[in-house]
């Protein structure tokens, strides 16, 4: 039989995921999402009847439910007592609390965000919107201008593809010659991590995807004073801000983009994502 | 010996050639452009001293000279009486003023916005600047999402390489059997523009780029709902507004993109152009 | 009513096109074409009374009709007197040859060749045959070579977008401001022709696609003792066959690629052309 | 103090590999490479006196050292004993050549093959080679052919990346939900391998990299009587030989080919490896 899908909270991905479900023909409820305008709203009780609940990305924020889209608050710690061990719990980065909520409560959560096929997926839109942002703050095209883009993960690899296909000229550093033999293999050129000081002050605009601190204040003193600098790497991100600020140079703080530059896309990676897990278990979907 | 360079009005593009002129240590005067912190700036009795006056693009905005960059006002009929025949006239989109000036005055205007090379250097920042107005007016990724490219002139032609490039799934249309071969050798799908209606359903993305009016009533009501159309040809465009919007659909109008995304570029083309300009004149640079 | 085809001589491309003219659903009948294992083999009599009739790419070899794959001989001069005025003939690379049938004996030549469409669909497996050629010559990848391509006609432009796809060092020489714009705005680096004198000995490659003796002697010297020459400019090419032999540079001639490499694709472009024809003649099809 | 490097029999990629060595200046002596043309050989004697001695790739050929560029023989098993303890031997596809060597001789062999960085390198002229086979074997162009490539490992990737780029229809079967994810962010068709069956008429081309039999009987019925199929496969490969042959499918076995399309980069590759090993164990370069 068909599971009712519950969706609790979360950003305008979880609308959109609503809407997603419901073309797909799935039987779906929504609450929190009111003022995104989500459709099948229903009560907290009724929501909290569903087969599988679809928590926020993340779950909470602090002790709360993540809840943007509404104006009622939920602490967390309420909400679980009123759930049961048949329920299925999928939410996004939801770190520890997994384990937390089957210890203490015998509840089932799984990850549906840390799953490497949602992680690809939401490159994609990262490196669009790393892409957005830097066209939206430079007074060039990004064809033809310098860029250099630090690590060669998932987002580096993206981002250096897109970036080479507008015409720019793509530098990549990575530590490992693994990664540097595939950013060559790429076409891009490549530069050894370590190397990068003394070879700053050639890039229009530097992409950090590395969660690292990389631009401390010894290499933003190298960079161009009209150097755009985009931190795409998660709080604390790679750049030494204060430093930054004293040299005036412009860093852009860019974490979780896909949810707000392309949430209809991050939806699509939430909902396939939601399938793999429900077939991988033997669900119906 | 080195001419002087005097940059009359304009806008941020012309800031810019100021600007870079400078870097390649030409003779530059400027004046109109304070309000854009342009370098080298005089009185307008100065400015007119120069060898070669570099005139706004487009020269005029009605009867007066096109000063976005300064709060003074100047009659263009009472430019042209101060200036001397052994002065280069040079501006941007000069239509018939280069035969009239010649006619009236003896004096010598010529174009450095018409010549192909500048049109190619500023449909590249025109393709990007699409590229980022699709980017910011949809909650999707460029990628995989279905685009329609009307029309296959030097924009068309950037555009469709560029969204390729990103991932999305491109059609362009146009008229003529040799530029439907192009768009398939360049790894586009392609179509008749007569050949469009019925098929403009399943697009996410409209560019038009040809001057004409392709989206009519009739054909807008073939689009979706959440279908983006971006027209990028010249007043009055290519999309019949009055029904666009009695249909609700969402059409953005963009022309002028390079001064606005990527004045720099922009500058550096008109640049370029000039340098040919003198070049093929046998004048000194 | 459904004109009968009859495909006269040829090469495996007019193999190739029968076969796909029957996959359409054509009245086809073939002659000359035995040793290519052409369907719908019939006497020359008999072939004769098609309505249209499909000539060779190029029509002649010398005073006969080029017949590659057949043991007869047939004098051209011999055939015309054979037509009758109210048979449509299509040839390819017909050159002043239907001028003359129209004088003399009063039959309608067409070309199916020239056709802007006909010349970029070839453009498209000669640009892949090229690459072909360059990689059996090399014990390099084109990966991280440097290449050269002189002249940015239509195989200049097609071969360009390859090279560098396939992760190559690309310099495409023109002559024009505005051709050089566009390999800029393609990606690649430009050079004017004029300036490659000085250049020359860092490339790997140098395809030649422009019909002008552009590598003399001089030039040749320049070049690297393993630098590999691809000619792709009908005879007599763009190169200094004896310099280069004295110099001992590989020079590799290599006209009529896409009847050698791709026939297949050849033919799929003479016969969208022939369609065109009948189209545009308003002929039934 | 330099290091002398013996390179001890190979084939061609041994012979580009002295001369890289030579032209960054290294001490070199080869031998067992005289067909190839090998510059600086030397007896066997003095070779083995080398600080370094490279080993082929892979080291041997049955019982003895892998030697096609000389008319000697040597069987393995008497070179051993003839080696120091303080000598480092590098090798290509050791296998566990190198634990056998320091148990029964003390012996220190490392692979400069088996590395990352060095299966990267070696993908690379393994795509172009693929893609090379593809044009020679068929009668069209890659660009419009509809190309499957099965696993998306390195050789995969980079297949996929060039073939798209020639303008194929790609698409790619893979296991793994997060590889199905990557081929689709890389503008690919995705298909998981155990869907594959039902869907193969429609290629031109098939590439197999995957070392599994996925092209059985049952699949290998229905593609197409002209689809070519290219393994790329270490043996036995992915084709069932057999049903293809009664099937009258045209398979091309693809093995090592980097060494036969372009051994100065595969010995480019090889250099590079080398390098990292020495500068990893803190040996003078």
Same mark, same amino acid.
């Given at each position: 039989?068909?599971?009712?899908?519950?969706?609790?909270?979360?950003?305008?991905?979880?609308?959109?995921?609503?809407?997603?479900?419901?073309?797909?023909?799935?039987?779906?409820?929504?609450?929190?999402?009111?003022?995104?305008?989500?459709?099948?709203?229903?009560?907290?009780? !009724?929501?909290?009847?569903?087969?599988?609940?679809?928590?926020?990305?993340?779950?909470?924020?602090?002790?709360?439910?993540?809840?943007?889209?509404?104006?009622?608050?939920?602490?967390?710690?309420?909400?679980?007592?009123?759930?049961?061990?048949?329920?299925?719990?999928?939410?996004?980065?939801?770190?520890?609390?997994?384990? !937390?909520?089957?210890?203490?409560?015998?509840?089932?959560?799984?990850?549906?965000?840390?799953?490497?096929?949602?992680?690809?997926?939401?490159?994609?839109?990262?490196?669009?919107?790393?892409?957005?942002?830097?066209?939206?703050?430079?007074? !060039?095209?990004?064809?033809?201008?310098? &860029?250099?883009?630090?690590?060669?993960?998932?987002?580096?690899?993206?981002?250096?593809?897109?970036?080479?296909?507008?015409?720019?000229?793509?530098?990549?550093?990575?530590?490992?010659?693994?990664?540097?033999?595939?950013?060559?293999?790429?076409? &891009?050129?490549?530069?050894?991590?370590?190397?990068?000081?003394?070879?700053?002050?050639?890039?229009?605009?530097?992409?950090?995807?590395?969660?690292?601190?990389?631009?401390?204040?010894?290499?933003?003193?190298?960079?161009?004073?009209? &150097?755009?600098?985009?931190?795409?790497?998660?709080?604390?991100?790679?750049?030494?801000?204060?430093?930054?600020?004293?040299?005036?140079?412009?860093?852009?703080?860019?974490?979780?983009?896909?949810?707000?530059?392309?949430?209809?896309?991050?939806?699509?990676?939430?909902?396939?994502?939601?399938?793999?897990?429900?077939?991988?278990?033997?669900?119906?979907?």
């Amino acid at each position: 039989m068909k599971p009712i899908l519950s969706i609790l909270g979360g950003d305008m991905r979880q609308v959109h995921l609503a809407r997603l479900l419901l073309e797909d023909g799935k039987d779906v409820m929504t609450w929190g999402l009111e003022q995104g305008g989500a459709p099948k709203g229903v009560s907290l009780d !009724r929501a909290l009847e569903g087969d599988v609940l679809l928590l926020p990305l993340p779950v909470c924020r602090g002790e709360r439910l993540n809840l943007p889209l509404t104006d009622t608050e939920l602490e967390a710690s309420r909400l679980w007592p009123r759930l049961r061990y048949d329920q299925l719990l999928l939410g996004g980065m939801t770190g520890d609390l997994g384990r !937390r909520l089957m210890t203490d409560h015998g509840l089932t959560l799984l990850d549906y965000y840390s799953r490497e096929e949602a992680q690809v997926a939401n490159a994609v839109p990262t490196a669009e919107g790393a892409i957005q942002l830097a066209m939206e703050s430079t007074d !060039r095209t990004l064809h033809a201008s310098r &860029c250099l883009i630090i690590g060669y993960g998932r987002i580096g690899r993206l981002l250096a593809d897109r970036l080479l296909a507008l015409g720019a000229e793509v530098t990549v550093s990575a530590r490992k010659y693994g990664d540097l033999a595939w950013i060559q293999a790429w076409g &891009c050129q490549s530069v050894q991590t370590g190397a990068l000081t003394g070879q700053l002050e050639r890039f229009d605009l530097i992409f950090n995807t590395a969660p690292a601190l990389i631009l401390d204040g010894t290499r933003l003193r190298e960079t161009r004073e009209d &150097c755009v600098i985009i931190d795409l790497a998660s709080a604390p991100g790679g750049v030494d801000q204060t430093a930054a600020r004293r040299l005036g140079r412009q860093v852009i703080l860019a974490p979780g983009l896909p949810g707000k530059v392309a949430p209809r896309t991050a939806a699509a990676a939430i909902r396939d994502s939601i399938y793999h897990i429900l077939e991988e278990r033997g669900e119906p979907i």
